[in-house]
């Protein structure tokens, strides 16, 4: 008796059949492949396979835009006015300077845009994660949805865990201490826009694949998106490096150059500590690299969103926003 193959197994044949058979899937074929992946459709063994071969080929611009498809339609929300001004990912984590983009998205809420972050923890060893800094800080992270939409409504800014809204992304992800290496997952979850804002912020460590979120990102309709070589992997503007900026605005890509805001390196802390954020908002203490990191970042925000017309007066803003900040309430 002949065995029936699994339906999954069309989606690894396709991408593992030798180097003159393989070629990469289609929109509609990442499309369903990920969605029997989010519905626990797949076995493990094939699971494996999968990422591999997708990791060692890398994903193309209409892979991702079907699996962010996919994956969007698994978390859809209802037709009730989007409560976020900017969607804002943050995945990988710190390893050589403190999260300062956490400042620059507290400062960004403290005059009126609607941040909210998602992003995961802990799956790679030497890292500080944004679930863990928010605590230093004194803020709580959302564990639903619903309570995102609520702190967003409250206080203008909401970090939710990838777990909460998606965990089959998120067991993923955690894989990575099993296979060594990181999965088409990492690139994805980064353009999830749970609430489907307008505007989307995202950064990437690997300059290769800037173009293909952008390209993604157009492929999906998004409106306005902004990608660029984040500090580390997270959306956090190096101020010691030129910053190349690709962004989908109304169906048409741009490139923008924003320069380095100071001529020499600075070097980097031989400890991160959390507090130091604190400090720093707080006037405490001085960290001429931090202060430039909020307000650079906060900048390409502010230019995003369409709140300046130019970089020169999204740093004015930003640096205004600086001098104008709410100091925490220590009490």
Sequence with gaps: MTKQEHPFAQYIRILGKGKKGSRPLTREEAYQAMRMILADEVLPVQLGAFLMLMRVKEETREELAGFIQAARESFSQTGDPCPADLDWSSYAGKRRHLPWFLLSALLLADNGIRVFMHGAGGHTEGRIYTHDVLKCLGIKHATSLQE?????EERRFSYLPLEYFCPKLHEIIELRQIMGL?????????????????????????????PVHQEAALLLNDPHVAVF????????????????????HKNQLIDEQWPRMFGRRHVKSETLDPKQLTAVWQDDIEDEYGKAAVIGTAAIALKLLGKADSQER?????????QRRKKFDNG
């Design 229 to 248: 070589k984040g500090e580390g992997g997270e959306v956090e503007r190096n101020p010691d490096a030129d910053c190349l900026v690709q962004s989908v």
């Design 182 to 210: 990181r999965s088409p997952v990492h690139t994805l979850a980064r353009m999830l826009n749970p609430f489907n804002a307008d505007y989307s912020i995202q950064a990437i460590f690997h300059p290769g694949y800037r």
């Design 314 to 322: 999204a740093m004015k803003m930003a640096e205004d926003f600086w």
């Design 148 to 152: 995102a939409r609520q702190q967003l």
